[in-house]
């Protein structure tokens, strides 16, 4: 049986969730990653995604984030997500105004640097508005 660790996440609004996991994928910068139990320390930005934690009676829930960073710990990781609301509560509509607000960011960025992080929000809301509607 996998070893559990104390999940918490929180957003500015309220704490999402907070109890024992066995598992937690993460849409993290660079990719997704799992942690489970005795996790090698990590401190990691999240992009746009979907969190999905499961706990050791089976059960998985599921979480859209819109950013944040992850506190990783051998017996607990932590969410600090700058949005975040659980899978069942989306509004598909918030989404598609993200999506247009980055596109027009997109369209007038000031700088290289600028259009090439809005593109990246763009690809990262983008992919998250087509898996879940999905």
Known sequence: MAEQFKFELVSPAKILFSDSAVSVVLPGSEGEMTVMGNHSPLISTLKPGVITVSTANGATDRFVVYGGVADIKPDVCTVLAEAAVHRDQID?????????????AVASAESDQH????????????????????
Do not use: C, Y
Not at 92 to 104: C, H, L, N, Q, S
Not at 115 to 130: C, M, Q
């Open 115 to 134: 259009r090439f992080d809005a593109e990246a929000l763009l690809a990262n809301l983008s992919h998250l508005e087509h898996t879940l509607k999905n």
């Open 92 to 104: 598909m509509e918030d989404i598609a105004k993200r999506v247009e607000d980055a596109r027009k």
